[in-house]
């Protein structure tokens, strides 16, 4: 069994790309995806630094969301106006990290993929504001999660752990960009690959894999 480590963030375009091409890799491989947080901006000061302000930061990402756009199997579910016109600011992943880690704390990392793929379609498609604990936890309750049971796991100590964790995973890694991967904790891909690409990726080292368990 080949374990492909994910990083990613909720507001990240090139991980909306990626997420739907690794599913088709493990419906067809021995493959285990294991998710990682790797928030690239934690609040709105953090995005001021990196961006020069909050206006421009969202200016500068719907540009990136354009460069995905042309590379998505799916362009239109890409809604670039929905979200210019969204009436509040750029919203960083830092939540909806948490929420993640606490769904895959209570269902595991298939409840983690499942609850990160609706963000990131409420982000990217639908325009919502997953800054918003009201919008997360609609999603939440929409995946049979409640918020009473959320809330015992939410906030402890545990799950900022577990995103700090994955972060330091990534620093150790040398990983500075997203979205990432991590095979086999030994090769690190930084870079969205396609849908071609990681599969010849993935056959080639499962191939390996097999001929090295067999000698």
Sequence with gaps: MTTIEFFHDAV?????LLSPRLRKIAAKY??????????????????????????????????????CQRYA?????INIER??????????????????????KL??????????DVV?????????????????????????FTYPELLATLYSPEVKKAV???KLRAENFGIRTIPSLVIDGTKVVSQTLSLDQLEQLIATHVE?????EES
């Design 12 to 16: 990240c375009g090139w991980c909306y």
């Design 30 to 67: 021995p493959v285990k995806v294991v998710h990682r947080a790797f928030v690239l901006q934690s609040n709105q000061l953090e995005m001021i630094a990196r961006f020069g302000s909050l206006a421009q930061a969202k200016r500068e990402i719907l540009q990136h969301w354009e460069q």
């Design 73 to 77: 199997e799916h362009p239109e579910l």
């Design 83 to 104: 979200m210019r016109a969204a009436p509040f600011n750029y919203p960083t992943g830092y939540l909806a990290a948490l929420y993640a880690k606490a769904i895959e």
């Design 107 to 116: 269902g595991g990392q298939q409840a983690h993929w499942d609850f990160f």
């Design 120 to 144: 990131q379609r409420a982000h990217l498609y639908e325009a919502r504001n997953i800054a918003d604990v009201k919008v997360l936890n609609d999603i939440a309750k929409a995946h049979g």
């Design 164 to 166: 700090m964790h994955d």
């Design 208 to 212: 390996r894999q097999h001929v090295e």
